[in-house]
T-cell receptor, first 116, second 115 residues
Framework: AQSVTQLGSHVSVSEGALVLLRCNYS??????LFWYVQYPNQGLQLLLK??????LVKGINGFEAEFKKSETSFHLTKPSAHMSDAAEYFC??????????????FGTGTQLKVEL | GAVVSQHPSRVICKSGTSVKIECRSL??????MFWYRQFPKQSLMLMAT?????????EQGVEKDKFLINHASLTLSTLTVTSAHPEDSSFYIC???????????FGEGSWLTVV
């Protein structure tokens, strides 16, 4: 079984500031981890994913995340926030090929607000 | 590539009627498709997993007779909400998994309003 905890349902940053969205997971098997972004009234767009290999993964729009097994974390960062980054961000976990198939379990989401 | 399209994007139906939402993978074959429901300002709740040519697997608490899922081809899955009630009003999102891949791609979502 898998679960995801996203700390902070709302995060507010200034334009140009560092973005840090936190995600901790629980999984009984080696996890696959994902970050998705959702703009209002739209579906989800994949930002980045970790499956195996390099623990620092880079995604679209300047985002990156680091898989830290010892901390069971997969925090999302971006060095400099842009107004267009304002959206809802979801962290998700699946059991990968070893269990749970590709069924995703989502966190509760973090609403990112970017202020001038 | 990897585009998933849902139709309609918005639908309004009368209470007691049925409504069908389509989910298509436009440029790949999807061995597995997933249907989610999302209430305003909440996360996505998985409703069911469908594999082409077989019956859908429903999550606990989801009424299979109310939410009919058909995955008749590798590029199309449909969700039919039968005898809709106002409490069924929600944002329904489908996703699809290309064969041999580990990344799930999402559709744009469909707003259902039952009046």
């Amino acid at each position: 079984a898998q679960s995801v905890t996203q700390l902070g349902s709302h995060v507010s940053v200034s334009e140009g500031a560092l973005v840090l969205l936190r995600c901790n997971y629980s999984s009984s098997v080696p996890p696959y981890l994902f970050w998705y972004v959702q703009y209002p009234n739209q579906g989800l767009q994949l930002l980045l994913k970790y499956t195996t290999g390099a623990t620092l993964v880079k995604g679209i729009n300047g985002f990156e995340a680091e898989f830290k097994k010892s901390e069971t974390s997969f925090h999302l960062t971006k060095p400099s926030a842009h107004m267009s980054d304002a959206a809802e961000y979801f962290c998700a976990v699946s059991g990968g090929v070893t269990g749970g198939g590709n069924k995703l379990t989502f966190g509760t989401g973090t609403q990112l607000k970017v202020e001038l | 590539g990897a585009v998933v399209s849902q139709h309609p994007s918005r639908v309004i139906c009368k209470s007691g009627t049925s409504v069908k939402i389509e989910c298509r993978s436009l440029d790949f074959q999807a061995t597995t498709m997933f249907w989610y429901r999302q209430f305003p300002k909440q996360s996505l709740m998985l409703m069911a997993t469908s594999n082409e040519g077989s019956k859908a697997t429903y999550e606990q608490g989801v009424e299979k007779d109310k939410f009919l899922i058909n995955h008749a081809s590798l590029t199309l899955s449909t969700l039919t909400v039968t005898s809709a009630h106002p409490e069924d009003s929600s944002f329904y999102i489908c996703s699809a998994l290309p064969g041999g891949e580990n990344t799930i791609y999402f559709g744009e979502g469909s707003w259902l309003t039952v009046v």
